[in-house]
């Protein structure tokens, strides 16, 4: 794919038009709806971390694919947002092992100290609190939370001030 020969909204950067080449390479002709996930992650990254309409449609012309296609993909999985959120993203665990190690606690100390319900962003941006996600694969370190794609598990009400204390 040739980013210079297409016609975009203006919202697709060569940056971003190269890394959508990247994952489109590494599958063979024609399967670029494969390229889907890879694609929209650098998308959304590119735009404060939330995808709109007029990036997914973006997306979906310059992979030919249906928009419906992306939607799909980004209405399914629990890394893509579809609205704008805070800067720091937080997942706590809330499956089976982090239940039985108080995750309960963990969620209702950060909607408290964020002033905020899960699924919502704190006013100045700074924090999403996602909606409750399901087993991140560390439950031998339950109760756990992922922020931006790190995880922080065996949490105590105390480590979870002194780590968001610790975002910029
Ligand atoms: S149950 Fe929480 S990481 Fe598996």
């Not at 650098?42 to 973006?58: I, K, P, R």
């Not at 694919?65 to 993203?89: C, D, I, W």
């Not at 109760?143 to 204390?165: A, G, R």
Request: charged letters at 25%; glycine letters at 6%.
């Amino acid at each position: 794919m040739d980013a210079d020969n297409k016609t975009y909204d203006g919202n697709l950067s060569a940056h971003m038009c190269a890394e959508i080449d990247r994952w489109a390479a590494k599958f063979p002709e024609g399967k670029q709806r494969s390229a889907l996930i890879g694609s929209l992650l650098a998308a959304q990254h590119e735009n404060n971390g939330f995808l709109n309409d007029e990036l997914m449609t973006a997306v979906a012309d310059y992979l030919d694919l249906p928009v419906v296609q992306v939607y799909e993909v980004a209405t399914f999985y629990s890394m893509f947002e579809t609205k704008p959120v805070g800067r720091h993203s937080i997942s706590v665990c809330t499956n089976i092992s982090c239940m039985l190690n108080g995750c309960d606690r963990i969620v209702d100390h950060l909607e408290r100290k964020l002033g905020i319900k899960t699924g919502e962003s704190t006013a100045d941006g700074k924090f999403y609190l996602k909606q409750e996600e399901e087993c991140l694969a560390a439950c031998d370190g339950a109760p756990m939370m992922m922020i931006d794609h790190v995880y922080y598990e065996n949490l105590t009400v105390q480590e979870v001030d002194s780590i968001l204390d610790g975002l910029e």
